[in-house]
């Protein structure tokens, strides 16, 4: 059985929009744990997490964005969120992230320049 | 109607997306809403996560029984690890790790741990109720 993971970037002026889709689980965590220190190390600063395609997020995923959070806020860079399902955003809030992350309802939002 | 799922797995993380979908679809095949099914799928991913990264041995087994109340779930790991290693109650806001336990907790219900009487394994049980 073959679970789709994918994770998708591009630019958007000086943020770097990220589009996660399928499950991010303890199986597809390390590769967007990669994808994400990566594109910090080519120098991406602001991140915009898009969680519109993510199916299933676990702790495991939780602690890949904490860790690219912090090697982000040693750099004076930025990771926020936008949309979700209810049960992707219920992790956020169940475990007092939404107290860390800023998690806007929809892509839209999370790229207003106000944000 | 009353539907039982037993599976031995090799303790690898490809496991964890397999019994998830595999407990899901039984689910979903009985109706069970996808709100539910969302929480038993998180309870069941963190337990697995945790004997994938801390057991010791080479296969785990994965126990369902579901009847048109319940949802009752075991995931029991191989032995001959260490001690349980869940990471207590709640994690640090900045902590990397330890969030598992905390969702599990907060999803499901009769959330229990026990070490296996016959060897130094260890079993994860929660329960969620059916009914929507």
Known sequence: ?115 | MEVILEMTLPRNAESAPLVRHTLDASLRGMGVTSDVRADIALALGEACANVIQHAAAMEYEVRARMDGLRCVVEVIDGGAGGPMSWDGGQAPAMAEHGRGLQLIRAFTEDVHFAERATSNGAIVHFEKSLAS
């Open chain 1, 1 to 115: 059985m073959t679970v789709d993971f994918s994770v998708h970037q591009r630019r958007y002026g000086d943020r770097t929009i990220v589009a996660a889709a399928g499950d991010i689980d303890v199986d597809s965590s390390p590769r967007l744990r990669e994808f994400l220190v990566g594109l910090v190390d080519d120098g991406a600063r602001h991140l915009v997490i898009d969680l519109g395609g993510v199916t299933f997020l676990d702790s495991t995923g939780l602690g890949v964005m904490v860790g690219v959070f912090r090697r982000l806020g040693t750099a004076n860079g930025s990771l926020v969120f936008a949309g979700g399902t209810a049960a992707v955003r219920g992790v956020f809030h169940m475990t007092q992230l939404t107290r860390v992350f800023a998690l806007h309802d929809t892509l839209d939002q999370a790229l207003r320049p106000a944000h």
